[in-house]
């Protein structure tokens, strides 16, 4: 909104000052400025509002050692993400972007679900929660609505150069280009890094590629969600390396917005996608914001109303930049924690259907609970997964200039 409202005061007035929203850096600093203290100022107050309101975290024993301390502990802090990531993008992004509409839209969605999933283990006592088919069903829905727009809206174009951009003297010599409609996506760690869905999927039939992308998009967004949700089982670990991730995807929109820094390091060149390095530092903001209270010892947890809600972003947000081949790497420990589990209960219900009796690979899944069982200190597990998530995001980095 202050975007428009001084792009306007340049254009009309030509007020001296306002021209500084045209930069996105500008723009993004700002946005990760407000964001940490939204998060920051009003967390207490957010934090005081839910206890009063008898918003407490619904502890299962497990057997984890300090586990039941946490009985009580106020959930639902995912608001304060949303609320964080929500107002600044509103500030100071275009929001006529349909980048920063979808993003906008899954945010509040996700976020959504995930409060319903809240609500029910807070106020109806049920420990189970909304129940998985109505979560599906709602990733599902999202996945359309993003499957959809990205394969069909109109300003959903890449930017194809004719001719390379050059600078002399300082000046940039404007290249020749073409903005097509095209399904292309980005394959990591190879050197002709461009993969077609249109000319993969093209052989099925005009009419099922389209629904076979939506699919495609759907598992994305379903697959990181719960990637995420599950992930969130200690204190700041969720958030810290959701940071990580948002950060590095940041650096990505950065690239793939400017035509420049696109073609020197051979990343596709993505019109409009800039206003999404606004989105990210509203999103790095927001984590960082929330580990102030979120950090060992929890003074409050995010609930599934943020964590279903960062996974699905961080999914989308992959999709807009054509970098979703990369989630593996840049997601690794979302996927890390996701395969535990799927691991685990594979190889119970095999063993128990062959021997009668259910056999374990890990202590207890999450990854992240095997390690606590092995008496590790919660806050060093935190630590040492967002080292393991810095690593991952330099590797996802390590796919600049591969010509």
Same mark, same amino acid.
């Given at each position: 909104?202050?975007?428009?409202?001084?792009?306007?005061?340049?254009n009309?007035?030509?007020?001296?000052?306002?021209?500084?929203?045209?930069?996105?850096?500008?723009?993004?600093?700002?946005?990760?400025?407000?964001?940490?203290?939204?998060?920051?100022?009003?967390?207490?107050?957010?934090?005081?509002?839910?206890?009063?309101?008898?918003?407490?975290?619904?502890?299962?024993?497990?057997?984890?050692?300090?586990? &039941?301390?946490k009985? =009580?502990?106020?959930?639902?802090?995912?608001l304060? %993400? *949303?609320?964080a !990531?929500? @107002?600044? +993008?509103?500030?100071?992004?275009?929001?006529?972007?349909?980048?920063?509409?979808?993003?906008?839209?899954?945010?509040?969605?996700?976020?959504?679900?995930?409060?319903?999933?809240?609500?029910?283990?807070?106020?109806?006592?049920?420990?189970?929660?909304?129940?998985?088919?109505?979560?599906?069903?709602?990733?599902?829905?999202?996945?359309?609505?993003?499957?959809?727009?990205?394969?069909?809206?109109?300003?959903?174009?890449?930017?194809?150069?004719?001719?390379?951009?050059?600078?002399?003297?300082?000046?940039?010599?404007?290249?020749?280009?073409?903005?097509?409609?095209?399904?292309?996506?980005?394959?990591?760690?190879?050197?002709?890094?461009?993969?077609?869905?249109d000319?993969? &999927?093209?052989?099925? =039939?005009?009419?099922?590629?389209?629904?076979?992308y %939506? *699919?495609?998009? !759907?598992? @994305?967004? +379903?697959?990181?969600?719960?990637?995420?949700?599950?992930?969130?089982?200690?204190?700041?670990?969720?958030?810290?390396t959701?940071?990580?991730?948002?950060?590095?995807?940041?650096?990505?929109?950065?690239?793939?917005?400017?035509?420049?820094?696109?073609?020197?390091?051979?990343?596709?060149?993505?019109?409009?996608?800039?206003?999404?390095?606004?989105?990210?530092?509203?999103?790095?903001?927001?984590?960082?914001?929330?580990?102030?209270?979120?950090?060992?010892?929890?003074?409050?947890?995010?609930?599934d109303?943020?964590?279903?809600?960062?996974?699905?972003?961080?999914?989308?947000?992959?999709?807009?930049?054509?970098?979703?081949?990369l989630?593996?790497?840049?997601?690794?420990?979302?996927?890390?924690?996701?395969?535990?589990?799927?691991?685990?209960?594979?190889?119970?219900?095999?063993?128990?259907?062959?021997?009668?009796?259910?056999?374990?690979?890990?202590?207890m899944?999450?990854?992240?609970?095997?390690?606590?069982?092995?008496?590790?200190?919660?806050?060093?597990i935190?630590?040492?997964?967002?080292?393991?998530?810095?690593?991952?995001?330099?590797m996802?980095?390590?796919?600049?200039?591969?010509?």
């Open positions: 909104m202050l975007y428009h409202l001084f792009d306007y005061i340049d009309v007035f030509d007020f001296p000052g306002a021209g500084v929203f045209r930069y996105i850096s500008f723009r993004a600093g700002m946005a990760a400025l407000f964001s940490l203290i939204i998060t920051i100022t009003f967390g207490e107050t957010i934090i005081n509002w839910i206890r009063k309101k008898s918003i407490g975290e619904t502890v299962r024993e497990l057997g984890l050692k300090g586990q &039941l301390e009985k =009580g502990t106020p959930t639902m802090g995912g304060m %993400i *949303i609320a !990531i929500v @107002v600044p +993008t509103l500030l100071f992004a275009n929001i006529y972007n349909v980048y920063i509409i979808l993003l906008l839209v899954t945010t509040l969605w996700l976020g959504g679900i995930g409060f319903l999933d809240d609500y029910i283990k807070v106020f109806r006592k049920n420990k189970e929660g909304l129940a998985g088919r109505f979560k599906i069903v709602g990733q599902i829905t999202i996945g359309i609505i993003v499957g959809t727009t990205l394969y069909f809206h109109e300003d959903v174009v890449i930017r194809e150069f004719q001719t390379a951009v050059s600078i002399e003297e300082g000046i940039v010599d404007a290249p020749v280009f073409q903005d097509v409609k095209s399904m292309k996506t980005t394959i990591p760690f190879v050197k002709n890094n461009e993969l077609n869905y000319v993969v &999927l093209g052989f099925l =039939g005009e009419n099922v590629t389209p629904l076979l %939506i *699919i495609l998009v !759907i598992f @994305v967004v +379903t697959a990181v969600s719960n990637g995420a949700n599950i992930t969130d089982g200690i204190d700041g670990l969720a958030a810290g959701s940071a990580i991730i948002g950060l590095t995807i940041a650096i990505y929109a950065y690239i793939s917005g400017n035509a420049i820094f696109s073609q020197y390091l051979n990343v596709m060149f993505i019109p409009n996608s800039g206003e999404l390095v606004i989105f990210c530092s509203a999103f790095v903001g927001a984590c960082v914001g929330f580990l102030w209270y979120n950090a060992y010892p929890a003074q409050v947890f995010m609930g109303t943020g964590s279903l809600m960062i996974g699905g972003v961080i999914a989308v947000l992959s999709l807009t930049l054509r970098k979703e081949l989630l593996p790497v840049l997601c690794g420990i979302f996927l890390i924690e996701l395969l535990s589990v799927i691991i685990q209960v594979s190889y119970f219900k095999y063993t128990k259907k062959k021997y009668g009796e259910g056999q374990r690979v890990f202590l899944s999450p990854l992240h609970h095997h390690y606590q069982l092995k008496n590790i200190p919660e806050a060093k935190t630590v040492r997964f967002w080292i393991l998530g810095i690593l991952f995001a330099i996802a980095l390590a796919t600049l200039k591969l010509r």
